[in-house]
């Protein structure tokens, strides 16, 4: 009964959904609105404005409950399935940005406190989303319009003046479109531990006597009773106690037997193989099926990167010298738009230098067969050899070589389905 109830209900909400138009949505409490309604019947922000005018308290929950409000109401027209929501991180990068440079092009004043301040607040808000462990849009849209605004302004501003030929606009552009195509490679699957079968307890209900009752004088059937003792797993049967090992492998969250080197992910709530780390960049994790596709889009950014930036430098400073017109580009101020661009070289230039920093930690991982997520727990422990001051670390337990580690990993893609591990849980 309850299937066929959640059968029929499920049909319910498709019919509704497949008969909702461009503007219509169905809220958050399963009723149909409208996006020109977006003003209408709010019972929440009524119920805060008329505390606030009346200068009484708010309630504890009131914030939370109009937040939700306005995050459920802000919606955009789709053709198919009604109005789509609209996630609220994606917004600020995209007013932010834009404002942020115009006005660090001013001045160069206001260019050292805006560059300065700006990698400040962002990892400001990492550290502070970080620590609740929630998931945002944040990073991956303040990454995605980056990219789209610095090409927007090469075309615009530096295409212009006529010293970028139609080969390195040609170059730039491919550039652009293999970093989307490997992220959007990336976005696709880290490589989510599915359940198993045989990990996995019989759906059998064992029964046991009661207490007060005693089998031997009873003349019906006994009651087959099952305990620990008859179940005993083949670790048990050799000696070994499985407690440590099941306790350390069963995932409680996903109720799955984890494979070697697989590890939960608090923020997106999965079980990943091989887990390296979870990117708030693509708002995914990094795990054995894309570690790859993660790589190559550091490189093919990089590249991107660089080469756009020396292309500017050359444009908006001919006189110097590509290493040294970073720092020093007299007159460069002078015009608004050759400021734009010398800023934005510099903007380009901090991301650049972070995400080198990453590429630089992945590699020596790579080269040393160890993911993010155990070096930090190997440093915790202080477990492995560490040198540079914590950059490379070396646990020596799944090192195989220089070479068979790197070709581990350009062939650990293609291994979906890993062995089943031997503890039962």
């Known amino acids: 009964m309850k299937k066929r109830a959640s059968k029929v209900l499920k049909e319910e909400e498709e019919e509704e959904e497949a008969g909702l138009c461009c503007c219509e949505y169905v809220n958050r409490h399963g009723e149909r609105s409208h996006v020109a309604a977006c003003c209408c019947d709010c019972e929440d922000l009524d119920d805060a404005c ?4 009346k200068r009484e308290p708010q309630k504890p929950e009131s914030l939370s409950q109009v937040a939700d409000v306005v995050s ?43 560059l300065t301040a700006l990698p400040g607040l962002v990892l400001w808000y990492y550290y502070f989303t970080h620590r609740k462990k929630g998931r945002t849009l944040f990073f991956l849209s303040l990454a995605l319009f980056s990219l789209a605004y610095m090409y927007y302004l090469f075309i615009v501003e530096v295409l212009p003046r006529g010293d970028v030929g139609l ?14 195509v490997a992220l959007l490679l990336t976005k696709r699957d880290p490589g989510i531990v599915q359940p198993n079968k045989e990990t996995i307890h019989s759906t059998v209900t064992y ?25 005993t797993s083949p670790l048990e049967q050799e000696g070994k106690d499985p407690k440590e090992s099941s306790r350390r492998n069963w995932c409680p969250t996903c109720r799955v037997a ?43 950014f990089l590249m991107t990167s660089l ?72 440093l915790r422990e202080k477990t492995a050899r560490s040198a540079y001051w914590g950059l490379v670390v070396d646990t020596g337990v799944y090192s195989q070589g220089f070479r068979g580690n790197w070709s581990e990993f350009m062939t650990m893609g293609d291994k979906r389905s890993p062995p089943p591990p031997t503890d039962l849980v």
């Open 167 to 180: 080969l390195e606009l040609a170059a730039v552009s491919l550039g652009v479109i293999l970093t989307l």
């Open 307 to 378: 080469y756009g930036i020396r292309l500017v430098l050359q444009s908006v400073c001919p006189q110097h010298n590509v290493f040294t017109a970073l720092l020093y580009c007299p007159g460069v101020y002078n015009q608004y738009g050759s400021a734009l661009c010398f800023t934005c070289a510099w903007y380009s230039s901090i991301v650049t230098v972070g995400l080198l920093h990453l590429l630089v930690v992945q590699i020596i991982n790579i080269s040393y067969n160890v993911t993010e997520r155990e070096a930090r727990t190997a």
């Open 50 to 53: 008329d505390r606030f005018l």
């Open 207 to 231: 029964y046991c006597p009661m207490t007060d009752r005693d089998s031997s004088f009873s003349r019906e059937s006994p009651d087959v009773t099952m305990t620990v003792a008859n179940r």
């Open 72 to 114: 459920d109401r802000i919606r955009v027209p789709w053709l198919w399935g009604g109005a789509r929501k609209l996630e609220l991180s994606i917004i600020p990068p995209l007013i932010l940005l834009p404002a942020l440079l115009h006005l660090a092009a001013l001045h160069f004043l206001l260019g050292i406190v805006v």
């Open 258 to 300: 984890r494979p070697p080197r697989a590890g939960h992910c608090r923020m997106c709530g999965v079980c990943v193989l091989r887990l390296d780390h979870h990117c708030v960049w693509i708002n995914s994790c990094v795990g054995q099926a894309n570690h790859r596709s993660f790589l190559l889009t550091l490189l093919f």
